[in-house]
């Protein structure tokens, strides 16, 4: 078997496991499903994503805040955009190690896989074993680089501008901003002054230390959070939706363009170890069979040289 023929094998096995759902070679090996334990990390990672975060500070503090830095000479009843990127870019600060440390568990994992279907393929060649694991360990490093870079790129998209087709975003806006007059009324008239307000997707809410601010502020500070809670959900969501396909996408390029082109061209050069030079070495076993046959060969040779000198000394004696 030829080194191109173990990285064909290797190739064939990666293409079942990691793109068809073909476990059949490792039947009793769950971690080799491949296709099964991706969707699992996923789905995971989806969950942990959109996990409705603890409300840490008072109700409308951080809209109110922002909207007192950025606020400008114009009529007091529109939002500054620049208020809203603010908010939207602390949300995604907040959560952009998540996608980051998702992407590099998912190669970590790829990378076992692949270190496990070489380590079969190459098994009866000691020799080479230790360079081509290798070789696939350096594929994956270089690819998780370029994974995370772009992850981190995909994140980071999110921070520059508010857009989005979905319909589901001004339907939920207008959803929760209807009891905005309401809460405004308990907040600054209701004459029983109550300690909190109940809203829909935020539960019982504090209120009575926003009784110091305007009407207009309020206004805008509870627009504000209805506008990022109402996007945020549609952030999230591309972010997962973005991570699958791309996962999917470079996963096949990885099996399908990369490995054996990388893999050769790793083996082939000498810094890498040389791992087509070392397939042309004999295995230990080989070159211990060769040294008996040599020393063999070599008996052989001088017991005919004696039996040789025997012959000649017997002819010699009888010639006389």
């Given at each position: 078997m030829t080194l191109m023929d173990i990285i064909g094998s290797a190739k064939e096995c990666l293409l079942k496991i990691l793109i068809q759902g073909d476990f059949s070679e490792f039947p009793d090996e769950p971690k080799m499903h491949s296709t099964a334990r991706l969707a699992e990390m996923l789905s995971h990672f989806s969950d942990n994503l959109q996990e409705t975060p603890k409300e840490v500070n008072e109700f409308l503090m951080d809209e109110i805040k922002i909207l007192d830095e950025c606020k400008c000479v114009g009529l007091p009843n529109f939002i500054p955009r620049s208020a809203f990127l603010a908010i939207l870019s602390h949300h995604v600060?907040?959560?952009?190690?998540?996608?980051?440390?998702?992407?590099?568990?998912?190669?970590?994992?790829?990378?076992?896989?692949?270190?496990?279907?070489?380590?079969?393929?190459?098994?009866?060649?000691?020799?080479?074993?230790?360079?081509?694991?290798?070789?696939?360990r350096s594929l994956?490093?270089?690819?998780?680089?370029?994974?995370?870079?772009?992850?981190?790129?995909?994140?980071?998209?999110?921070?520059?501008?508010?857009?989005?087709?979905?319909?589901?975003?001004?339907?939920?806006?207008?959803?929760?901003?209807?009891?905005?007059?309401?809460?405004?009324h308990?907040?600054?008239?209701?004459?029983?002054?109550?300690?909190?307000?109940?809203?829909?997707?935020?539960?019982?809410?504090?209120?009575?230390?926003?009784?110091?601010?305007?009407?207009?502020l309020l206004q805008q500070a509870f627009d504000m959070k209805m506008r990022?809670?109402?996007?945020?959900?549609?952030?999230?969501?591309?972010?997962?939706?973005?991570?699958?396909?791309?996962?999917?996408?470079?996963?096949?390029?990885?099996?399908?363009?990369?490995?054996?082109?990388?893999?050769?061209?790793?083996?082939?050069?000498?810094?890498?170890?040389?791992?087509?030079?070392?397939?042309?070495?004999?295995?230990?076993?080989?070159?211990?069979k060769r040294e008996k046959l040599k020393k063999s060969v070599k008996l052989l040779k001088e017991s005919k040289d004696v039996v040789a000198a025997i012959v000649d000394q017997t002819s010699g004696f009888g010639d006389r």
């Open positions: 600060d907040d959560i952009h190690a998540k996608p980051v440390e998702f992407i590099r568990k998912i190669w970590d994992y790829i990378e076992g896989v692949l270190i496990s279907v070489l380590s079969k393929y190459s098994e009866n060649f000691p020799q080479i074993q230790s360079s081509i694991k290798r070789a696939g994956i490093t270089k690819t998780k680089e370029q994974a995370v870079n772009r992850v981190s790129e995909m994140v980071e998209m999110e921070k520059l501008t508010d857009y989005t087709c979905n319909p589901d975003y001004m339907k939920t806006w207008t959803e929760k901003t209807a009891t905005q007059q309401s809460f405004i308990a907040v600054l008239t209701d004459v029983k002054k109550p300690e909190k307000f109940s809203l829909a997707g935020f539960g019982e809410v504090k209120i009575s230390h926003l009784r110091k601010y305007h009407a207009h990022i809670t109402s996007y945020w959900t549609i952030v999230l969501r591309r972010i997962v939706d973005n991570l699958a396909l791309y996962l999917q996408f470079s996963v096949k390029n990885l099996v399908n363009t990369q490995f054996q082109k990388e893999i050769v061209a790793e083996m082939v050069d000498p810094r890498g170890g040389g791992g087509v030079e070392r397939m042309m070495e004999e295995s230990p076993s080989v070159a211990s």
